[in-house]
């Protein structure tokens, strides 16, 4: 069973990242920082005769990384109401890459666990992130992924989430779970 | 008064901008095309000493021009149930923006009116675009714009949107109502 | 065909059963007064031996005439960000006749149009109906109802609505599309 | 400091009832089961001259002692994606006795302290209730409630809710921290 955790936040070692943490303590995964990875925006070509362009950017190689996972947790902090905007570019090019014979997206992309971890302090974002609750659960669907679970945390200055006692307790059961799918798995 | 249509697709010439051409048909405005801006990902420096990087790139030209306007329709193909990646990235450097003094940014963006064109087709964007629509409502709540109106359109291959009668009929009343702000405003 | 429209307000000639009486000018239908009809909230006696009571209210007489219907307008003036408590009891019992076979009611209901008329005023009608939407679309789409259309309309005193020419376009639009129907249908 | 629970369901020892006995556990409160209390659905008589008229059912005291309590947990098995009837029609009511001068309602109401417990088993209730939730927050906002927290928990059968960790997990953390607040009052 291979875990991922997406990190999408624009600085390292932020709440969403401790959090995933906690969630894999102990399990073996491995973490991807999104914004290591040059992402052009989708352009979108699928009425075009000449199909969309090459990139030579970083993406194939992230894409082919995502669709060896069984698991996925989402480290996403907050960012104006909804997921910070490289995510999103990630997700754009589904569109492309949804077409290209090479990646075998559509049957490979089905059945993967998310959970999706967010994190923002004010406005509260316990009200604040349900749209974007609801759109990753749309986005799951339309693939095919299964939206295991979310945390709405509190947190946005450095290690401010050690604050939020649910938060941390949710981590812990998660963490459980996810042992127990790697042992029924092993 | 200065009226700006924000073209947040991928390609030229779809069913937002068509839109958009229409609410501002005969009124005079500019258009920006945000692929043709270069616009590197935020990153988070708030809790940083050093403070937020220079990229460089065309944003503050960009950020400029905007903070310019009275009004701005953005024209938003709904991709993967949310704003494209780009428009989100132009949001999120407002956090870095809204602490630079060179640019007034919290003064100047109060009261600028915002109309919102969404254009899709499946799933069934009427439904599938709400969780966008309520993201639009809280930023722009957020920063004391006044969300005027939005539209919700079927259209997803070229010109398909010509078959939305409402949506037109909408588009030629914001095309009145803004000539008529055009005229008090004169 | 048979058309209903559902006039759920606690008052007539409100706004919301304007608009519905003008997307069905000209157009055959029954019109239903839901505060007519004497309804008993739900009891929910799914995990009880003895079963759903007799209510001995208005409700099965009301349920048969809805169930004998292929399009449904809704006229719901928006109370507390929801629908009205009376309509929401209507729905409610829907728990206890789905099981009834007297009513056959699962196979019945699916398949049937509704189209939706929300009408407020402050906050916002526009924002603040948005999860009453999506509650219904949830709600129609575990029926196996099509939702055919909403129109989210300005109007809270009596005629307030003949002030919103979008509202007042889309009903024009609804009729034309209803009577086409109807004709095809003939 | 006045405590209250306001249980919303059509059955008595539901899930949410359960949940909300555990987060006031060794608290002192009152419950109030809301189907014991005979209510009519308002009517609507703002624009008329006669006013609201006398129902003589049991919604004046209801209103009486909820306005007496500093903190209320509403516990709401989730109908048909929203509230129970019978609850939605106790927020309805408000709408006359914002109007009566005898119940003081629009001062008294401000700042009162409102927990959410919402239970569902299927469709998957982390989303089917968000909707639901929204529209809390647009009303306690409305009238000046501060809305403290929420829990989604599955559970739909007697008892079901205990094999949701994270949702006895959270009561217990509401447990302390209304017992502090409790000591904190004294």
Redesign the interface.
Known sequence: MNIMTMLT???RN?NSEYLAARALQNIDHRNVYL?DHRME?????R??EEGFPETGDDYEALLEEFLRQDVIVFAV?L??????????????R??QYMRDSRFDFNERIRGKKAYVIITGSS?DP???S??????F???FE?VGME?V??IIANGN??EEVLND??AL??MD?WNEQLKAAKREDA
């Open positions: 936040g624009s600085r932020g914004l925006p989708v352009v979108d070509m009425h075009a902090p960012y104006w109401f909804g997921m910070p905007g490289q995510l999103k570019i990630f997700f754009d589904w569109t406005p316990k009200i604040a349900l749209p974007l609750i609801q759109q659960n749309y986005l339309y939206f679970d979310y200055k450095p006692p649910f307790a949710k059961l």
